[in-house]
Each structure stands twice: as C-alpha cells, then as structure tokens.
Nanobody, 119 residues
Framework: VQLQASGGGTVQAGGSLRLSCTAS????????MAWFRQAPGKEREFVGG????????YYPDSVKGRFTISKEKAKNMVFLQMDRLEPEDTAVYYC?????????????WGKGTQVTVSS
C-alpha cells in the first residue's frame, strides 16, 4: 500500500487543520487506516484510526474530542480533522495502514506532513 498525506501547515492555537491521505495499491489488505505523529525527540504516537470495513474509530485520550478521523472508501481516502489545536500538537503527522492500531502492526507508512501550532 502506498500512502500520500497532505494538508499540514502552520496554525495558531485554537485553530483547525484537515489532513488528507490517499491510499493506492493493495488497500483492501489493510484492516485499519491510522494517523500517527512524531514530535522532535519523542516516539511516534498514535492519534486516531478507522477500520476500512466498518465505521468504528478509535482515539487516544490526548486528542479525543478534538480530532476526528473519517474515510471516503470510493476514493481510498482518509482524513484527520484537527480542531482546537494546541502547541503540544506540533509534530510531523503520518498516515499509516495496517492490521491494527499499534505501530508494530503497521505495514505501510506515508511520508509525513508537518503541523505547527503557534501559541
């Protein structure tokens, strides 16, 4: 599976951004699509996921209520709507595909897109 993410940028705290990810290749071989992020000096962190076959989503507490993941199956696209952004959300965001949401179950990573939240 090849993944292409876009939509990053710089926004002020409290603002919003929407990331997009387009998947190609053997997309149906993946159970889940997910977004991760990695800030300088920190480990890569899961921030949201969605199953291809169902509409179930999952978020960690750090972003629950602020981030929303959605999909458009016909276009093999996944989106991450990020609202009420905080400076702590600054990171490189990665689109991912795998069998489950933990990063060791991810088999495909897209190139990251930078998100910067200024205070």
């Amino acid at each position: 599976v090849q993944l292409q993410a876009s939509g990053g940028g710089t926004v002020q705290a409290g603002g919003s951004l929407r990331l997009s990810c387009t998947a190609s290749g053997r997309v149906l071989s993946s159970n889940v699509m997910a977004w991760f992020r990695q800030a300088p000096g920190k480990e890569r962190e899961f921030v949201g996921g969605i199953r291809w076959s169902r509409d179930s989503t999952y978020y960690p507490d750090s972003v629950k209520g602020r981030f929303t993941i959605s999909k458009e199956k016909a276009k093999n696209m996944v989106f991450l709507q990020m609202d009420r952004l905080e400076p702590e959300d600054t990171a490189v965001y990665y689109c991912a595909a795998g069998s489950s949401y933990d990063r060791y179950s991810i088999h495909s990573w897209g190139k990251g897109t930078q998100v910067t939240v200024s205070s």
